[in-house]
């Protein structure tokens, strides 16, 4: 079992890896930028460094600092939690050569899928199903609009590097498809430093439905479900629930079957999300996401598995501790994001909380970094808290989360609290009739 775990993280997803360390009694060390000295998880770690100054690219980002930190404590492992260095290739790979042992997939695995085109062709080739496209990079805008006349509009470009939303334009027709090729492919060589960009059919209303993965060294891969992450803004995920409402036991078995059975022929270690958008009772392929997601919890609490503590074992190199026929999905959970936003604009809205209070009870979950006190600093993502509820079915889990967020009290800050106490009394969201861009019509009419 690994012996030192440096967490490359802050936050909420600091103090979720570092419980999971502490159960299995690994030691830890916290990094932190200076403004972060006094978050929860530094206190609780065994050892602390500083590695740099607030900017992100300076402290979190920082891979000369964070690897330093790792060899001044003889740390064997580095969890980078999620976002910042969680799928950096370069940083996997460089961790590695240390030997220190980086908690995620290999770097070669994270370089596949980091290249949407290249981890598309993966799956397609074990028979996942995929959006019908372009196959492969678009050499110039004349192939892009014969490939768009053969698929029929409207179609979409992405950038081969890109992924979670980021640089995709929607082409209605010939003109749109015109006037954007350029721009996407400049805008994805200036963002991801590759102007590579590939075409699918858009599907207009679907669902966001994704499949939590876990693997070990050993060939084991199991599905531990789906979770439904349809109501999000801007990319960015605000409630997540599992199971999903949408789809039925058969699909996810035959679905489970086909991401695992993929992941293994492609040698895959480690936990990862792949992600599915589902229109007319169909999946179509997205993106594999090679780490931990924020959304896990759910998955934890419908199945009782604990991911993290998983994770860190399949790193050391031990063997699942459970069998595809031993998962069994328990009831329904709901996360809700709580961000330090306005609920109505969605600006960032950093300050010091003056009154806190956290609901409690049966099946209410909350993993938080904050205190009364605390400064919400403006140099990160805004996620404060998650609030996550399990119940054992659906209707009595959005009971219990009405009630787990009228209790919740976080004065000083603004925060999405107040738009998830009104979700949760929706009749769409109640009924579990909606797609990916139901949260945005719904705030245009609030
Ligand atoms: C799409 C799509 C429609 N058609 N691809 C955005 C996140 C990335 N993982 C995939 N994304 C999309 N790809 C085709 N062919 C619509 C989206 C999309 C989206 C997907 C899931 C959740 C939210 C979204 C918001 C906007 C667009």
Redesign the pocket.
Known sequence: MLQKILIANRGDIAIRVLRACKELEIKTVAVHSVVDENLMHVKLADESVCIGDNKATSSYLNMSAILSAAEITGADAIHPGVGFLSENASFAKIVEAHGITFIGPSSEHLTMMGDKITAKHTMESFGVPT?N?SAKVLESLAQALEIAEKIGYPV?L?ASSG???KG?KVAWNDEYLKSNFNLAKSEAKANFGDDRVYL?????N?R?IEFQVIADKFGNVVSLGERE??I?RN?QKLMEEAPSTAITQEERETMGKLVTNALRQIGYVGVATV?F?YDNGKF?F??VNPRLQVEHSVTEEITGIDIVKEQIRIASGEKLSFRQEDIKITGHAIEFRINAEDPKTFMPCPGTIEELYFPGGNGVRIDSHIHRGYTVPPYYDSLVAKVIIHSSERHLCLMKSAQALDELVIDGINTTADLHKNLVKHKDIINGQFD??WLEKYIKTV
Do not use: A, D, F
């Open positions: 959006v496209g979409i992405k992924g979670g939303g995709m699918e059919k858009y599907l207009t679907p966001h992450c349809s999000q990319n992600e958008l179509y997205m993106e990916i861009h």
